[in-house]
């Protein structure tokens, strides 16, 4: 499943084609992706101009000039595809194989300017909403989701408040959405490593009793910050690269440090762990046991 910084990067290479692009023409080759399509969706988008192309967490927010946002989620397995001037893109890294069956083209927008965004997803657990813009803080899609890692509300405090007095694994705590929302398995597990706590370490020992950050949480939320961002930065050069066609393996997983490296030696400085491999709420975690603590 796409994480956020995968999403972000998707966005990014969205951007120059559909921000302040007007929707000419929308194919919606199917009736439902996860859950139904919006009733006229192509109605309602069509002749609308993109004021933003915005994110959420994993979801992708364009601002229509109709006032409704069009909210949209890659799911397990979608991707976007841009072509235009005969060039054709795919923004962003995917961990999974990118399907290249033009059946699974579901949502095809013709924008303006000539360009054609097509939205493929051969499991189908993506999804397109329309949410007007002033009903988005009730959506419930997005309502319980925590601060945005990147963000300035999400620091040391903050996470620590969150995690006072909690009994569950740090792991469990920063896979919760409402605690901090986007992250997943993947880097929850590399900026724990970052930060050399443990994933089993109980999520409370980060805060005083009164709910104070301690050195542990500035730590984790300094990795948190990191890893993003060198995952978006590595997903934004592949951007450049616009005869990119396929789904090739994302560059930044060239960059993991215990992710799916069971076995191999910890790359912490002076270390001589091993990464290891133990499941935590029915998600694989990777570790290392000597300098995660
Ligand atoms: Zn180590």
Same mark, same amino acid.
């Given at each position: 499943? %796409?994480?956020?910084?995968?999403?972000?990067?998707?966005?990014?290479? &969205?951007?120059?084609?559909?921000?302040?692009?007007?929707?000419?023409?929308?194919?919606?080759?199917?009736?439902?992706?996860?859950?139904?399509?919006?009733?006229?969706?192509?109605?309602?988008?069509?002749?609308?101009?993109?004021?933003?192309?915005?994110?959420?967490?994993?979801?992708?927010?364009?601002?229509?000039?109709?006032?409704?946002?069009?909210?949209?989620?890659?799911?397990?397995?979608?991707?976007?595809?841009?072509?235009?001037?005969?060039?054709?893109?795919?923004?962003?890294?995917?961990?999974?194989?990118?399907?290249?069956?033009?059946?699974?083209?579901?949502?095809?927008?013709?924008?303006?300017?000539?360009?054609?965004?097509?939205?493929?997803?051969?499991?189908?657990?993506?999804?397109?909403?329309?949410? %007007?813009?002033?009903?988005?803080?009730?959506?419930?899609? &997005?309502?319980?989701?925590?601060?945005?890692?990147?963000?300035?509300?999400?620091?040391?405090?903050?996470?620590?408040?969150?995690?006072?007095?909690?009994?569950?694994?740090?792991?469990?705590?920063?896979?919760?959405?409402?605690?901090?929302?986007?992250?997943?398995?993947?880097?929850?597990?590399?900026?724990?490593?970052?930060?050399?706590?443990? %994933?089993?370490?109980?999520?409370?020992?980060?805060?005083?009793?009164?709910?104070?950050?301690?050195?542990?949480?500035?730590?984790?939320?300094?990795?948190?910050?990191?890893?993003?961002?060198?995952?978006?930065?590595?997903?934004?050069?592949?951007?450049?690269?616009?005869?990119?066609?396929?789904?090739?393996?994302?560059?930044?997983?060239?960059?993991?440090?215990?992710?799916?490296?069971?076995?191999?030696?910890?790359?912490? %400085?002076?270390?001589?762990?091993?990464?290891?491999?133990?499941?935590?709420?029915?998600?694989?975690?990777?570790?290392?046991?000597?300098?995660?603590?």
């Amino acid at each position: 499943m %796409p994480e956020l910084p995968e999403v972000e990067t998707v966005r990014r290479g &969205l951007q120059p084609v559909m921000e302040g692009e007007r929707f000419a023409k929308v194919e919606a080759r199917r009736r439902d992706l996860r859950w139904p399509l919006p009733k006229d969706f192509a109605a309602r988008l069509e002749g609308k101009t993109i004021a933003g192309l915005g994110r959420r967490a994993k979801y992708l927010l364009a601002d229509l000039s109709s006032g409704d946002v069009l909210v949209m989620h890659l799911g397990m397995s979608g991707s976007f595809r841009v072509l235009r001037d005969d060039k054709e893109a795919v923004p962003g890294n995917y961990h999974h194989e990118r399907s290249k069956h033009l059946a699974h083209d579901h949502v095809i927008f013709h924008m303006g300017n000539g360009a054609i965004v097509a939205f493929n997803d051969p499991r189908r657990f993506g999804s397109m909403k329309l949410v %007007p813009r002033a009903k988005l803080d009730q959506e419930p899609l &997005l309502r319980a989701l925590g601060p945005e890692p990147l963000g300035n509300e999400f620091d040391a405090a903050m996470l620590a408040r969150a995690c006072k007095g909690k009994k569950t694994s740090l792991k469990a705590a920063l896979s919760d959405q409402k605690i901090v929302a986007g992250l997943g398995n993947i880097y929850v597990c590399e900026a724990l490593h970052r930060a050399r706590l443990s %994933p089993r370490r109980r999520a409370s020992t980060i805060a005083t009793k009164s709910g104070a950050p301690n050195e542990r949480a500035e730590k984790l939320v300094e990795a948190i910050k990191a890893v993003l961002a060198d995952a978006i930065e590595a997903g934004g050069s592949s951007l450049r690269d616009h005869r990119r066609t396929d789904g090739e393996l994302g560059l930044f997983q060239h960059n993991f440090r215990v992710y799916d490296r069971v076995g191999k030696p910890c790359p912490t %400085p002076g270390c001589n762990g091993t990464i290891k491999r133990v499941v935590q709420t029915g998600r694989s975690t990777f570790f290392c046991p000597v300098c995660q603590k």
